[in-house]
T-cell receptor
Framework: QQQVKQSPQSLIVQKGGISIINCAYE??????FPWYQQFPGKGPALLIA?????SEKKEGRFTISFNKSAKQFSLHIMDSQPGDSATYFC??????????FGAGTRLTVKP | DTAVSQTPKYLVTQMGNDKSIKCEQN?????MYWYKQDSKKFLKIMFS???????INETVPNRFSPKSPDKAHLNLHINSLELGDSAVYFC???????????FGPGTRLTVL
């Protein structure tokens, strides 16, 4: 059973727009929520991560919003660029073992 | 300098064969993992090794066996390969203090 549900499956955004990807989790024991970015032919790479003691974390154009009561978190990419076109995975884990990934969102940013 | 490396990058083989994928990390991490990414891009953890002990073993067929000769290496052996084993396999590593997992470039396995 999938413990982390991610939506949408695919997303097309114009250059300069905001990309929003949503995830929901079930296990309240999860205490680490990363987002990974994967380009074709490459391994996933950590983009940004959050812990449940904060509701928002921002790094450059990337922001995670976290809603503990709703068991949801989302990734916002401001001023989206063609170079952001990739597959994005949310994940959740307790500690750094047994990380559960969402199904992925393929983002396309059109010039 | 490659942090997590895997060999080979591509592996094409016949059904029923036995194959191995090697993984090495030079980050000094104490935990290593194997993930399987299927054709729909879904990433699923297969194994996790911490200080040479298996700490996660998902419902993976026993045809798959991880072997860790030392903290920097975690190899994946697959016996009696099946068509459904075709996928991209990623090795990853992490430090028990910091949660970030670092992924290798992947090995695309094709079983004919």
């Amino acid at each position: 059973q999938q413990q982390v549900k991610q939506s949408p499956q695919s997303l097309i955004v114009q250059k300069g727009g905001i990309s929003i990807i949503n995830c929901a989790y079930e296990n309240t024991a999860f205490d680490y929520f990363p987002w990974y970015q994967q380009f074709p032919g490459k391994g996933p790479a950590l983009l940004i991560a959050i812990r449940p003691d904060v509701s928002e974390k921002k790094e450059g154009r990337f922001t995670i919003s976290f809603n503990k009561s709703a068991k949801q978190f989302s990734l916002h990419i401001m001023d989206s660029q063609p170079g952001d076109s990739a597959t994005y995975f949310c994940a959740a884990s307790k500690g750094n073992n047994d990380m559960r990934f969402g199904a992925g969102t393929r983002l396309t940013v059109k010039p | 300098d490659t942090a997590v490396s895997q060999t080979p990058k591509y592996l094409v083989t016949q059904m029923g064969n036995d194959k191995s994928i090697k993984c090495e990390q030079n980050l000094g991490h104490d935990t290593m993992y194997w993930y399987k990414q299927d054709s729909k891009k879904f990433l699923k953890i297969m194994f996790s090794y911490n200080n040479k002990e298996l700490i996660i073993n998902e419902t993976v067929p026993n045809r798959f066996s991880p072997k860790s000769p030392d903290k920097a290496h975690l190899n994946l052996h697959i016996n009696s390969l099946e068509l459904g084993d075709s996928a991209v396999y990623f090795c990853a590593s992490s430090n028990s203090i910091v949660d970030e997992q670092f992924f290798g470039p992947g090995t695309r396995l094709t079983v004919l």
